[in-house]
């Protein structure tokens, strides 16, 4: 298959507008400029199918239409990248951005043209320190060949390029609360509407997209949304996807295929096989830890967004963590429950004291302590968390609770009724 | 506070945004860069520089985890041990390390030389276990791996 999002991987100078542009680099953007509008742009990147791979699924020219078609001088546009890679599972932006700056760099460029953005800001989480370096490299690289700055190739479109790191807060990486994080505030969510194209950052008309997602907008504006429509499996689910396979597998790593990968083929045959061979798979987690999981008899599953959520979990952020018999889902999903917990930003009362709930609950069960109403218990705390929140961490913490309770009730049952563990671990080794 | 040369590094940093209340997070980074971390006078300087509330300032050095009040180590160690990490055998480094060090998550070895602290998925989940070492991930370790980085440091 061919290589598309990660064709520069692993070449000599990767990270050089040279080879960048020795590959076929910034042609996208000279066809935009020269020969197309931005409506143009932003009608083909709908016709290709592309959605959003932060982890909702959105469709991306849909979002860009929403942005208004005249810039009034008083508010101008901003595009906003989300490099904040925070959900657990998660590390293909970090490839990207590490391996093919410029990929990035144009893609946002192309997005910043069809929304007639004055600015893009790319929020890159704080930890990585040299993701962002290597982006400020590439960016002084493309200034000064006129890719960025005023009056890009003549086109008399203006955009600056400012990469903005956070400082370790997963909230961040929510829309909302990365642009409070921009303005110079705490990482609060804020309610919507408003939404972002009405009134985002510093209240002016806004877009926010991922990484990955715009690093599909350089190969759609140069080969066409129909050649597009042809990889993956049209017409919802398009495009070439980055998978993050980790957990229980012989070659952990990030891995291109086209949009609908079958989960059994990630992990056995691109991810060699389960990490021991005399360890069956128990369980996936298929899009980051924030999504149900599947138990072993349900990964018969295509990886795109319309086959897992037939299956009631989420495509997510393609973060997939295999875990093997050994793993005792008590513990596995307490470690989830802790991540929740310290990054709930505490506004909302359900999501606040809920993820401590879930923590402190599963604690106890894990330790041997807990009680049979504690199953129960978990239960209504999730649902008591569902829908009423300001933003989807709380959410994100509730769903793989259920799931984890529900499918796996008799290993939790166990630990409650025996004070001990199934597994005989505490927690899946290595 | 800083002398001319950080104040025009600050001047061009403000200059990127529409506010200068914007550039707190970036002015804060080049404190903590020049500092080694975030005092209570070095807040009052960029409030007023900012023009924001002192109260603000603080609320945010404390909301960011990677903002720090006190000095650490000049080797800080930041083991990951979300899920994933734990998987690959997360645990057993992050023991490994309190007992090599003789500290636990959150302190300093007495010589000032490590500090180490647990933390939550840093995006490096492909190449568990690991840990941040100052600015550098290190990725897919072994215990042994560990102890000939930790020797090899000057
Ligand atoms: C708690 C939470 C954390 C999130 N973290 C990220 C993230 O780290 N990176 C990201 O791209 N999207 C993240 N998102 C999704 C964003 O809110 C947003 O949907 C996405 O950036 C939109 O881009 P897309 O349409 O290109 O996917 C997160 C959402 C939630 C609720
Ligand atoms: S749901 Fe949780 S993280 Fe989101 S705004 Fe409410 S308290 Fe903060
Ligand atoms: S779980 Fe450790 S880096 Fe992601």
Same mark, same amino acid.
């Given at each position: ?41 932003? =009608? ?16 991306? $020219? ?49 997005? $910043? ?14 930890? /990585? ?53 921009? =303005? ?18 510093? %209240? ?14 350089? /190969?759609?504006? =140069? ?47 691109? $991810? ?52 093997? =018999? ?29 993820? %401590? ?10 330790? %041997?302590? %807990? ?60 | ?86 998987? *690959? ?14 500290? *636990? ?50």
């Amino acid at each position: 298959m061919e290589r598309i999002l990660t064709r520069n991987v692993g070449k000599e100078g990767s990270r050089t507008l040279a080879v960048y542009e020795a590959g076929g680099g910034y042609q996208a953007l000279r066809k935009a400029l020269s020969s197309m509008t931005p409506d143009a742009v932003t =009608e083909e990147v709908k016709k290709s199918g592309l959605r959003g791979r932060g982890g909702a699924g959105f469709p991306t $020219g849909l979002k860009w239409s929403f942005m208004p078609k005249e810039v009034d001088p008083k508010r101008p546009h901003y595009f906003l990248i989300n490099a904040d890679e925070s959900e657990p599972g998660t590390f293909k932006d970090r490839l990207l951005m590490e391996e093919d700056p410029h990929l990035v760099l144009e893609g946002s460029l192309l997005g $910043g043209y069809a929304i007639r953005a004055s600015v893009v800001y790319i929020y890159i989480r704080g930890e /990585f320190v040299r993701g962002a370096e290597i982006l400020e490299r590439a960016i002084a690289e493309a200034y000064a060949k006129g890719y960025a700055g005023r009056n890009i190739l003549g086109s008399g479109w203006s955009c600056e390029v400012v990469v903005h790191r956070g400082a370790g807060a997963y909230i961040c990486g929510e829309e909302t609360a990365l642009m409070s994080s921009l =303005e110079g505030n705490r990482g609060y969510p804020r309610l919507k509407p408003p939404f972002p194209a009405a009134s985002g950052v510093w %209240g002016c008309p806004t877009t926010i997209n991922n990484v990955e997602t715009v690093a599909n907008a350089p /190969f759609i504006l =140069e080969r066409g949304a129909d050649w597009y429509l042809t990889v993956g499996k049209a017409p919802k689910n398009t495009g070439p996807k980055l998978y993050c396979l980790s957990g229980h597998v012989k070659r952990p790593g990030v891995y291109e295929a086209p949009m609908g990968l079958p989960l059994h083929e990630l992990i056995y045959e691109l $991810g060699g096989g389960m990490l021991r061979d005399d360890r069956a798979l128990k369980a996936v987690i298929p899009g980051g830890s924030s999504v149900p999981v599947l138990r072993a008899d349900e990964c018969e599953v295509d990886l795109d967004f319309d086959s897992l959520a037939a299956k009631g979990t989420m495509l997510g952020s393609a973060g997939l963590m295999v875990m093997d =018999e050994s793993v005792c889902m008590v513990a596995a999903m307490a470690r989830i429950a802790h991540f929740y917990h310290h990054e709930s930003c505490g506004q909302c009362t359900p999501c606040r004291e809920g993820c %401590g709930w879930l923590e402190r609950v599963l604690a106890r069960i894990e330790d %041997g302590r %807990g009680v049979p109403q504690d199953l129960d218990l978990l239960l209504s705390v999730s649902n008591n968390i569902i829908g009423n929140t300001i933003c989807a961490l709380g959410d994100a913490a509730a769903m793989p609770a259920i799931s984890f309770v529900t499918k796996f009730r008799d290993e939790f049952q166990y630990h409650i009724d025996h004070k001990s563990c199934p597994t005989g671990t505490l927690a899946g080794r290595a | 506070m800083l002398g001319p040369e950080f104040e025009k590094k600050i001047d061009a940093i403000v200059a990127k945004y529409p506010q200068p209340k914007a550039a707190l997070l970036p002015v804060l980074w080049e404190v903590q860069k020049a500092q080694g971390h975030i005092d209570f006078a070095s807040e009052q300087w960029v409030a007023k520089r900012l023009d924001v509330a002192p109260s603000h300032v603080h609320g945010c050095v404390t909301f960011y985890t990677m903002y720090k009040q006190k000095p650490s180590g000049t080797y800080h160690i930041q083991v990951c041990t979300t899920l994933s990490c734990m998987l *690959r055998g997360s645990d057993e480094l992050m023991k490994h390390l309190e007992a090599k060090l003789r500290i *636990r998550p959150g302190q300093t070895t007495p010589d000032g030389r490590f500090s180490l602290a647990r933390v939550e998925c840093l995006g490096s989940c492909g190449t568990a276990p690991m840990f941040q070492l100052n600015d550098d991930f290190q990725e897919d370790l072994t215990l042994e791996k560990v102890d000939r980085l930790l020797e090899s440091l000057p």
